[in-house]
């Protein structure tokens, strides 16, 4: 628990900062926590983070994540590619890859790796994205994930009785993730009245139940990753708390949800 503790607090000291600060930096930093994730789940795959195919990998993965808008008023490069044309070539020179190794990279590695490329890529351009947007949605999205999680836990460990998915995470109780997407709304009206989005409350009240629900699917999806390839943690690089996915995965299922929401909402 102490070593959680100092974890928790020397991370949140890094990551605000630069959340705070934003442009470049942010974006930079955006890229190496999304690099370290997809070679998390590579590793779990057993495809080495150091072999042609995981190289492609990041390629494609910083591909997507790359905001055109960064060039607008100097070159609009949907002119010459589209991100679809893009992921294309990747797929063609993945299998093609396949042949030249004579299936010691398979087909089945190659659709793991652009699933999770996909997966990472995509989560972590709404990182970006969201910043982009302002700080509010942002802040937003973390607090609904802290308090979903924290409400889980307490009343999980308080009044949890029925499993939610024993074979995957045996921890999780029904009454837990009930109490998560609670505290969540308590949480999300407190932030509503204090640093108000540009949406009703009842809008405020319906997404935060949405992206709870979103939040813990995401978290339940990672379990699922580690319980399949038998690994405890994605990573080792947060001592205490595992790896990136450990920590990112619920944001990274919340945030396209919350992107999407807040635009085609009033």
């Given at each position: 628990m102490k070593q959680r503790t100092i974890t928790a607090v020397v991370a949140a000291l890094i990551f605000i900062p630069i959340v705070f600060l934003g442009g470049t930096v942010f974006k930079l930093f955006v890229y190496v926590i999304a690099s370290i994730a997809l070679l998390e789940l590579v590793r779990m795959k057993k495809i080495s983070r150091y072999s042609v195919a995981s190289g492609l990998g990041l390629l494609l993965m910083w591909a997507l994540m790359f905001p055109y808008s960064d060039l607008e008023g100097y070159v609009d490069l949907t002119e010459f590619i589209t991100k679809s044309e893009i992921t294309l070539l990747a797929v063609l020179i993945?299998?093609?890859?396949?042949?030249?190794?004579?299936?010691?990279?398979?087909?089945?590695?190659?659709?793991?790796?652009?699933?999770?490329?996909?997966?990472?890529?995509?989560?972590?351009?709404?990182?970006?994205?969201?910043?982009?947007?302002?700080?509010?949605?942002?802040?937003?999205?973390?607090?609904?994930?802290?308090a979903t999680d924290t409400g889980a836990y307490v009343f999980g460990r308080a009044f949890g009785k029925h499993k939610l998915w024993p074979q995957i995470s045996p921890k999780k109780t029904i009454e837990g993730s009930v109490g998560g997407i609670i505290l969540a709304c308590i949480v999300a009206v407190v932030f509503q009245l204090t640093a108000p989005l540009d949406h009703s409350m009842l809008i405020v009240l319906l997404v935060t139940i949405l992206i709870s629900i979103a939040g813990q699917i995401g978290d339940l999806v990672e379990s699922a990753f580690k319980r399949h390839y038998a690994v405890k943690d994605s990573g080792k690089i947060l001592p205490g708390h595992g790896g990136v996915l450990d920590r990112f995965d619920s944001l990274i299922f919340i945030l396209p949800i919350l992107h999407l929401i807040n635009f085609i909402t009033p």
């Open positions: 993945l299998l093609s890859y396949t042949v030249l190794v004579k299936n010691r990279f398979t087909f089945d590695d190659a659709g793991f790796l652009l699933i999770s490329v996909i997966y990472i890529g995509m989560g972590f351009n709404y990182l970006i994205e969201t910043r982009s947007g302002g700080l509010e949605y942002l802040f937003f999205a973390l607090f609904v994930v802290w």
